[in-house]
């Protein structure tokens, strides 16, 4: 085995050695099963922050959207306002309103807040509803980040991408199911932290080994004219519409169960406003180091198949072994920042909300984690799919089916149970039958607003009722 192999191998096993330790540290705080879902409710600014910004963007970011910047220019960039403004919608706007309600009414999952003072028969299908098209969705979100990890391991080490994504399965299941909510808080803290360091550096070098940013113009300008187009060669109602489908990826923040509770565990309003602060300084940082690196890749010469795997050209290019090593530990960070959250979330939905096993919940939660990431690392096997897309795919559906119902609930709580119940299945039909059927790709208008405007529609036209129970008779 090569030294370089060797000095990478080692990096990685510190580092996963340290945050399986800290997986032991938090199981200390881990009694109940609230604790082991949702931290009870008492996460500071700096853990709540850097870890919803973790598990927000994850290998999406740092493979994803790097590749699609490389691939498409600027035109890639309308992204961006989507994702900051969901970031500046989902804290400051119903931030607020999430992080009180989960203090004082004990919430633990989104559910709960979906289902709040619904009356009990309608209360179960809402619960139940929910809870399937969160695993449905899931699947797919963790089996493109178990993929990432799959591509790292096979790039660096040779194995197969099946053996690269069950090492990163088992070490994320170790620690997530030793502590639950603390352990995925605490470590995606880290893995926070490691990816932004890894955002400014490789770009920055990468800029610098291209000749500076106006050397960087200037080849892009003579062999890729298309990359410096805003609006990537399209005109008229075309070029407006990719633009405004671009920038309504961010309106799947709004549905995400797995970010939504880093708002709901906050200890208080003042440390909600920290956390934001700290989630949106982060997400600049780390998006535009992203942007700055495709289109500096783009001016450098390299021997890239896959635009998503640019990440590890640049730092096989540009870095020796040891970095390299870094770079895949930042990689596996972001990995694992996104399938533990993820997984937690779904353990919730299952053992609290679906209620299945009521005697021993926290033995479900683990049961049910061990049982998914199973599935996600056959999905991720038996049918690979572009990261960026797999990822879109279980963003979109997630923000439909829950985004346009929270925010109703949160502002007008009095409407109809099957209102709630129809939004959510009009929100995911429709974007299961686009991303099927309909598919034109991640800028398309249409696919990203259609099925959140639909779920949303169902809501404001629907005749209000009596079907609602006070909120404070829900158990």
Partial sequence: MQNGVVSILAILIAYHGCLILLGLFASRRTQNNSSFLIGDRALNGWVAGLSYAATSSSAWVLMGFSGFVYAKGLSALWTLLGIWGGYIVAWKVIGPRLNQRARQRQYVTLTDVLADGVYRGHRRAIQWIASFFILFCFIFYIAAQLQAAGVAMNTYFGVTITTGALFGAIVIGIYAVLGGFWAVSLTDTVQGMV?????????????????????????????????????????????????????????????????????????????????????????????????????????????????????????????????????????????????????????????????????????????????????????????????????????????????????????????????????????????????????????????????????????????????????????
Avoid: C
């Fill in 195 to 475: 990816m932004s360091i890894i955002a400014i550096v490789v770009p920055i070098a990468a800029v610098w080994q291209a000749g500076g940013p106006s050397e960087i113009l200037a080849i892009l300008q003579n062999n890729y004219p298309g990359h410096l187009d805003l609006l990537g060669g399209q005109v008229g109602f075309v070029a407006l519409g990719t633009a405004i489908g671009l920038a309504s990826i961010g309106l799947g923040t709004l549905g995400q169960p797995q970010l939504l509770a880093r708002i709901m565990a906050v200890k208080s309003d003042r440390e909600r406003r920290k956390a934001f602060t700290i989630a949106m300084s982060w997400s600049l940082v780390v998006f535009s180091g992203m942007a700055v690196l495709g289109l500096a890749g783009r001016a450098l010469t390299l021997d890239i198949e896959n635009a998503e795997q640019l990440l590890f050209a640049v730092t096989d290019h540009l870095f020796p072994s040891f970095f390299a090593g870094l770079i895949l530990a930042a990689l596996l960070s972001a990995v694992m920042s996104t399938v533990d959250s993820i997984l937690v979330a779904s353990t919730a939905a299952v053992s609290h909300d679906m209620n299945l096993y009521p005697k021993h919940p926290m033995l479900l939660s683990r049961l049910t984690l061990v049982a998914l990431m199973m599935l996600s690392i056959w999905l991720a096997i038996s049918t690979p799919a572009s990261i960026f897309n797999r990822v879109l795919f279980a963003w979109t559906a997630l923000g439909a089916t829950f985004g346009p119902v929270l925010i109703i609930r949160l502002f007008f709580p009095a409407i109809n149970a099957k209102a709630i119940i129809l939004s959510m299945v009009i929100g995911f039909a429709t974007s299961v039958s686009f991303s099927q059927f309909l598919y034109a790709g991640p800028g398309n208008l249409f696919e990203r607003t259609i099925p959140w405007l639909a779920a949303l529609a169902i809501l404001i036209f629907w005749p209000r009722s009596s079907a609602m129970e006070p909120p404070h008779e829900m158990p």
